[in-house]
């Protein structure tokens, strides 16, 4: 398999996860942000066109706006471990940020 097909798997696999938290199971995200976070609904949504949009990006011929929705990704996923850290949600529940944060650093490795 060339480095192509393994970054495009990679890329579809991030983009599907984002779109399948942000977009199907969005009343899940509803309530984790009121709930669970006790974040307002602005920062939901904000986050939420963030990381579609950085997913978005990860399709672009240009290396560079790549990167930039990769490290947009990797900044909001940060936020993402720390907020479970300080609510102490189990590692269950952290496990999937820290995956897609790996996915998008080995993108970033890949892309030099």
Same mark, same amino acid.
């Given at each position: %398999?060339?480095?192509? =097909?393994?970054?495009?798997?990679?890329?579809?696999?991030?983009?599907s996860?984002? &779109?399948?938290?942000?977009?199907?199971? $969005?009343? @899940?995200?509803?309530?984790? /942000?009121?709930?669970? &976070? @006790? $974040?307002? *609904?602005?920062?939901?949504?904000?986050? !939420?066109?963030?990381?579609?949009? #950085?997913? +978005?990006l990860? /399709? $672009?011929?240009?290396?560079?706006?790549? @990167? =930039? !929705?990769?490290? !947009?990704?990797?900044?909001? %996923?940060?936020?993402?471990?720390?907020t479970?850290?300080?609510?102490? @949600?189990?590692?269950?529940?952290?496990?999937? +940020?820290?995956?897609?944060? *790996?996915? #998008?650093?080995?993108?970033? /490795? &890949?892309? !030099?």
């Amino acid at each position: %398999m060339t480095i192509e =097909i393994i970054t495009t798997i990679l890329k579809t696999a991030i983009a599907s996860a984002l &779109f399948f938290v942000w977009v199907v199971r $969005y009343k @899940n995200i509803v309530r984790e /942000f009121e709930q669970d &976070f @006790n $974040y307002p *609904s602005w920062l939901r949504d904000l986050t !939420g066109i963030i990381k579609l949009t #950085c997913a +978005a990006l990860l /399709f $672009y011929p240009e290396q560079q706006l790549q @990167n =930039i !929705g990769l490290l !947009g990704i990797v900044t909001l %996923m940060v936020f993402a471990i720390l907020t479970h850290i300080r609510i102490k @949600n189990t590692l269950r529940k952290t496990i999937p +940020a820290v995956a897609l944060i *790996s996915l #998008c650093l080995l993108l970033l /490795f &890949f892309n !030099g």
